[in-house]
């Protein structure tokens, strides 16, 4: 028997199947985080549940001493969308053609299983490891994100409590499990700009003031403007519209208002404040009569090359020899609230061709090479 056979079951795909028999659609956990505890418990791990509204959130610590290395991720998933499209039941994890099926299988609950393997190994391989271990886990990634880490993290500045590294079980690989790294994501910042004219008869456009038309040439310079030329991590910020709306429906009256959705997708090298002052002041220059209202979804963190990308990036290479490639492709993700509270945040899970997705997978031989690496990060951390 070739213990390294991917179709024979293993103690993460074990774990794997169990987790994603849950149906932990958000904000439910559905048991998955009372599970993770039973396990870490007896490993020496102190685990906390942190209840915020419907979310359920844990944090476990294994030691006191630093450095303090996080592993999180989340519990959650997305809905399933229409059963009848999935050629299996996703709950009900599944085997096929050297694939694993469910919701979840991806997005991350593989990850999580992997983590939790993966310290079981190292603390029963080096019990007296330096520093410490952590595991921060919500229910609320796929969600609002209100109530889930976003709260972890508060209560864990409150307490003093300093995190030296976090890795986040999201599903970064592109073609092969190990490929890329996310050490960074972009920030996202939404705007509902409300332009308003006067509404009219068109037969009579002199006794009206067409909204879209005074717009127009302002969206064009808006999409027209470069923003930051970006950094050595980041592609330059991006401004999107996503809508447009205007108009009554009718097509003889001239609308008294347009309002336009847009969005940033913002780097390090633009803040918030920025950004916002050099729409206005575009605005202004068009002379607009307008109502601008934001809403900042998330700000974009960066961790450079360092001691957490290197101790990550050489466990993939001795696990699957690839070099991996460090990115801030992508959209947000946890670990722009983690970023607040420790110095060294990165990203890494399995391929995520499949998230999302009706018949969400994994590969079978994927499964104990990811718990492999996070295993070997810890021991390059804290060995």
């Not at 090359?305 to 492709?329: F, K, N, P, V």
Request: hydrophobic share 35%; net charge negative.
């Amino acid at each position: 028997m070739n213990a390294n056979d991917p179709t024979l079951s293993s103690r993460t795909r074990a774990l794997t199947e169990e987790l994603i028999a849950l149906s932990s659609v958000t904000p439910d956990d559905n048991g998955c985080q009372r599970r993770l505890a039973e396990l870490l418990t007896p490993l020496g791990f102190a685990c906390e549940t942190v209840q915020s509204g419907e979310v359920t959130n844990l944090w476990a610590r294994r030691g006191t001493a630093q450095p303090l290395v996080v592993l999180a991720g989340h519990t959650d998933v997305v809905p399933t969308g229409p059963l009848t499209a999935w050629q299996s039941d996703p709950f009900q994890p599944t085997v096929r053609d050297g694939k694993l099926y469910g919701r979840g299988a991806a997005d991350m609950k593989t990850s999580l299983a992997a983590m939790v393997v993966a310290v079981e190994e190292f603390t029963a391989a080096h019990p007296d490891h330096k520093g410490s271990i952590g595991f921060l886990i919500t229910s609320d990634e796929e969600g609002p994100a209100i109530d889930g880490t976003v709260v972890v993290c508060d209560m864990l500045e409150q307490r003093g409590e300093q995190l030296d590294c976090c890795i986040v079980g999201e599903p970064t690989s592109v073609d092969r499990l190990g490929d890329m790294i996310k050490n960074g994501r972009r920030g996202t910042m939404s705007g509902k700009l409300t332009v308003k004219g006067i509404q009219g008869h068109i037969a009579y456009p002199h006794l009206a003031r067409n909204p879209v038309h005074q717009v127009a040439p302002a969206l064009a310079e808006l999409a027209a403007t470069e923003w930051d030329a970006g950094n050595e991590y980041y592609l330059p910020t991006s401004w999107q519209v996503s809508n447009i709306h205007g108009g009554t429906g009718a097509s003889n009256i001239i609308p008294g208002e347009v309002v336009i959705d847009f969005n940033f997708r913002f780097s390090t090298a633009s803040t918030v404040e920025g950004l916002q002052q050099r729409v206005r002041d575009l605005l202004d220059r068009h002379g607009l009569e307008y109502d601008l209202k934001w809403t900042v979804g998330g700000l974009p963190f960066l961790t450079p090359r360092g001691t957490l990308s290197d101790a990550l990036s050489a466990a993939i290479q001795a696990e699957t020899g690839i070099a991996t490639e460090l990115s801030t492709s992508g959209g947000t993700s946890d670990g722009r609230f983690i970023a607040r509270i420790c110095p060294q945040v990165v990203e890494f899970g399995p391929v995520n061709a499949s998230i999302h997705k009706i018949d969400e997978h994994i590969a079978l031989s994927d499964i104990d090479p990811l718990k492999n690496i996070y295993r070997r990060t810890l021991e390059n951390l804290l060995r």
